[in-house]
């Protein structure tokens, strides 16, 4: 097995992919190797990377904008000399997505969450049609020798500084976990667009490399580092003195890429690196007009320097981002010394000047020249009184294709887009593989390409290009949520990415018929199929949920009055306090399980009664220890335990109110349970009769009664709550409908902050809490919105659904939406709505698969065309039946003539 093998594995019908990559080919990369995320190139250079999460630019408003591109602009001029943007495109993975749900298909035990899987990955191809693609956004930028002398500390700086300020411009820098996973991800799919689809890193690449050669590893290690610091100090140094020796040639450092014998080689082949695994095996370079590598045909071409428009408005670049699969940028900056730009600027200028003065304003470059003067007189100018800085700027567009027929039919598409939008865009035929050199994140271009490609511009113009701009969110080990309402692309969440959001919790609010209920279901019943545990807690309209449940093999549990399924809201249904303890990592605190439950259970009675005195609450307290101390329970966690290990069997209402009953001074707390011992409500009062190992669970508490409906929810999300926190290596979500209910008006402060602990601390156990709302007056109404705010300044993900227009203030408020976005919201009709994912915001079609539509449904027409269906489906078995019969009994009948 070759280290490829080891370390990707053995992939069926990939042999081909995996076959150890040419090593000349290798070596004619301007990437020499990948280490502790920084890129080290063959010209001694040393480059850092990172991911940028975009955002939807154009929906803020003018002044919103404006401070957007100032803030970019003020990282820009503390930024490296030398950056590089990058935009890639890539088609959404619609296999990547498969191969993920056919591994959870092959986890599950239960058939029918089987079919549920199957309808959708069956939806999901259907949506992702060709044309599905996703962008992402990279900064590359090199380490100067003015930097510092640590080009690995420098070159981590700058990344951390650029978060900070990029945060400013409302961009999250993505934290990878392993940062050379990050790293090496990025460049294998630039080298290797069609193996980098079917394999995958595996987390700990790094770490079986050097496994597997460690014993020659450390040595040679040690040396090339101290060997590539000194020379990258030494490649900057050279770089700066290099810089501008005139304006119309670039000087940018870079070996030479044109077509060279393969076999001349210029350093040691050292077979260990990690280009060795990421080079493509294939390559093709002798094309005019394309290249082929890994399978996959690329052609390049570059904004002519004199192609650009003078005038732009901020996110003028943005245009070209997200033509389409296949199609990506690169755009190069280098930041000139002002010392020596300014007096060729004035020298140009002033030559400019003299011609003038000979020539006839009938010349026909009578107003290039004419131009040319002002544009002088402008850069000088803001140079010397706006302090602006001068770029040199160097825009590649990358076009891939499966076969160069299609690379055709989209090169053709690019040049008809950019002449639309005024920009003079040129093919770099015969220069094709020093462009693919030149688009790598090295943060050089070949001076072939820089020559031609070079324009000039100030700080405020580079700042308004501010490409990070995108309308889709499309994160692929998520779930399906919909559709993009305005580029139509597939739209797929995953709230556990920790990279992107800070918490899981997500909140939705939205008017009565707006598709709050439909939206949580879908939620719920996509991640029970990815094998993730499902709360949901319905205080409404429970019933709208049984279907859903039953048909992915769910538990429906009912609590009300009438129902025979019973949770005892006394039991202690917790091992241990000790959150860490099932990590092994620390020693078990032996934290009384006992009082906790006795402080909980202080929140179901002020729910019950609502008015207990200082006086009550002590007497209650008392009467609990006693309580539980008569069934062997003290303090001590261990007495939970009978001699035989077994649970000891757990106090119910009814014995409390027998206990209270004993003294005269507690007997009107005992009236207070009441109901559960011998009123109508008794049948909560006993012990729990349900076995909660399912892995979606719907409580339905929507026929407990009006004056029950806090405490039925609060015993709801207690029980989900205990169940969380038994582990924390496993994600489960907890889901909440009509959440104004435990933080509204009808609440109280004691409940209203169980909610609030419940989605500050849940994430700590590996959970997300869900909540959803239809009234936003009472959402906001305990305690002036005090509760209803926090608990969105919880929750980093947020929907906007249909809202009445003096509800749609609110939603404005407290999402802080611009007029632009809001605009948006206005048009929204019942199953759209305004997802709030961190910073992106987009609008988004809320799709679910016919099937899934026939369970969660309530819209009278569904329901009305679902029994319509449904008849005739059951008047077709019908026929088919009758049929049969009257084919067995035609066929008895010439079975009898025939013995006659």
């Known amino acids: 097995m070759n280290v490829k093998e080891l370390i990707f594995g053995a992939q069926a019908g990939a042999a081909q992919s995996l076959t150890p990559a040419d090593k000349d080919l290798q070596g004619s990369l301007p990437i020499a190797d990948i280490d502790r995320g920084v890129i080290r190139t063959r010209d001694g250079r040393l480059a850092g990377l990172f991911e940028v999460l975009p955002m939807n630019f154009f929906l803020q408003n003018t002044a919103e904008r404006e401070r957007i591109i100032s803030c970019f602009a003020a990282w820009l001029r503390i930024a490296p000399r030398r950056i590089q943007l990058l935009c890639l495109s890539q088609p959404v993975d619609v296999e990547h997505y498969t191969r993920r749900m056919q591994e959870f298909w092959e986890r599950e035990t239960d058939p029918l969450c089987r079919q549920c899987i199957e309808d959708n990955i069956r939806q999901v191809r259907s949506m992702v049609q060709d044309g599905a693609f996703t962008t992402r956004f990279f900064i590359a930028y090199q380490y100067e020798a003015d930097m510092g002398p640590g080009p690995y500390t420098e070159l981590y700086r700058v990344a951390a500084t650029a978060k900070g300020y990029l945060a400013r411009c409302g961009l999250t820098v993505v934290e990878p976990q392993y ?79 044109g077509r060279k014998k393969r076999g001349a080689k210029t350093e040691k082949y050292k077979p260990t690196g990690v280009m060795d695994l990421i080079c493509p095996a294939s390559a093709d370079f002798t094309a005019r007009d394309c290249i082929e590598l890994d399978g996959v045909y690329h052609a390049y071409l570059y904004i002519a320097g004199y192609g650009y428009r003078s005038l732009v408005r901020g996110g003028w670049l943005a245009a070209l981002v997200g033509l389409g699969d296949g199609i990506s940028l690169s755009v190069t900056l280098h930041r000139q010394p002002r010392e020596k730009i300014l007096p060729k600027v004035a020298n140009s200028t002033m030559w400019s000047r003299s011609r003038m003065r000979d020539v006839d304003d009938t010349r026909a470059d009578y107003e290039q020249m004419d131009s040319a003067i002002y544009a002088g007189q402008y850069i000088k100018s803001q140079m010397n009184r706006a302090n602006e800085d001068y770029y040199d700027m160097y825009t590649l567009i990358e076009v891939t294709a499966d076969t160069p027929e299609r690379l055709e039919v989209r090169l053709s598409e690019v040049e008809r887009f950019c002449s639309s939008q005024d920009i003079i865009c040129k093919r770099c035929d015969y220069e094709e593989e020093q462009a693919f050199h030149s688009f790598l994140p090295v943060v050089s271009v070949a001076p072939e390409i820089a020559r031609k490609a070079r324009r000039n511009a100030l700080l405020s113009g580079v700042a308004g290009a501010f490409p990070f701009y995108s309308m889709e969110l499309c994160e692929q080990n998520g779930i399906l949520i919909g559709r993009d309402r305005r580029s139509r692309s597939v739209c797929m969440l995953d709230i556990f990415d920790s990279d992107r959001y800070s918490n899981a919790n997500v909140v939705g609010l939205g008017m009565s018929g707006a598709g709050k ?14 094998g993730r545990q499902v709360f949901l807690i319905a205080p409404y309209k429970g019933h709208e949920y049984r279907a859903a449940c039953e048909a992915i093999g769910g538990l429906y549990i009912r609590l009300a009055p009438s129902s025979t399924d019973c949770i005892n809201f006394m039991e202690i249904r917790r091992t241990s306090l000790d959150v860490n303890a099932e990590l092994e990592r620390t020693e078990t605190r032996g934290d009384s399980l006992l009082a906790d439950k006795i402080s909980r259970l202080h929140i179901y009675f002020s729910l019950l009664r609502r008015s207990l005195t200082e006086e009550d609450m002590s007497r209650l307290d008392v009467a609990l220890t006693r309580l539980y101390g008569r069934f062997g329970v003290t303090r001590d966690n261990d007495s939970l335990l009978d001699e035989d290990g077994q649970p000891r069997r757990q106090p119910t209402p009814r014995d409390f109110y027998d206990l209270l009953m004993e003294q005269e001074e507690t007997k009107p707390l005992a009236f207070v349970l009441s109901r559960f011992v011998n009123g109508s409500a008794a049948g909560l009062g006993g012990e729990t009769n349900i076995n909660m190992g399912n892995k979606y669970i719907v409580l339905d508490i929507s026929d407990i009664g009006k004056d029950l409906l806090a405490f039925g929810t609060l015993l709801a999300a207690d029980i989900c709550l205990d169940y969380c926190r038994r582990s924390r290596s496993e994600q489960k979500i907890i889901i909440l409908d009509e959440i104004w209910s435990l933080i509204g008006a009808g609440s109280n402060p004691e409940a209203a902050g169980f909610v609030l602990e419940l989605f500050k601390t849940v994430r700590g156990y590996g959970a997300a809490a869900i909540g959803a709302s239809q009234d936003l007056e009472d959402f906001f109404a305990l305690e002036n919105g005090k509760y209803g705010k926090a608990l969105l300044n919880n929750a980093r993900i947020k929907f906007a659904l249909m809202t009445e227009p003096e509800e749609a203030a609110l939603i404005q408020q407290h999402y802080h939406l611009t007029d632009e976005e809001m605009q948006m919201h206005a048009e929204f009709t019942r199953g759209q709505a305004l997802l709030c994912a961190g910073r992106n915001r987009l609008g988004v079609d809320i799709i679910a698969s016919e099937r899934e539509l026939e369970l969660i449904t309530t819209d009278p027409r569904d329901i009305e065309r679902i029994q319509e269906r449904q008849e005739l489906e059951r008047l077709r078995q019908q026929r088919t039946a009758w049929g049969h019969g009257r084919t067995d009994m035609d066929t008895e009948e010439e079975d009898t003539g025939y013995d006659e």
């Open 179 to 257: 940062i050379d996973n990050q790293m090496v991800e990025t460049v294998f799919g630039m080298l290797c667009k069609g193996t980098s689809r079917n394999i995958r890193l595996p987390v700990g690449f790094r770490f079986m490399l050097e496994d597997c050669f460690a014993s020659a590893a450390a040595e040679e290690k040690a040396e090339a580092d101290a060997a590539e610091v000194a020379a990258a100090e030494g490649a900057a140094a050279r770089q700066e003195n290099e810089d501008v020796e005139t304006t119309d040639e670039e000087t940018t450092a870079q070996p030479k890429c």
């Open 517 to 530: 209920t439909f939206l949580l279901q879908l939620i719920a019943m996509r991640y029970r199929q990815q």
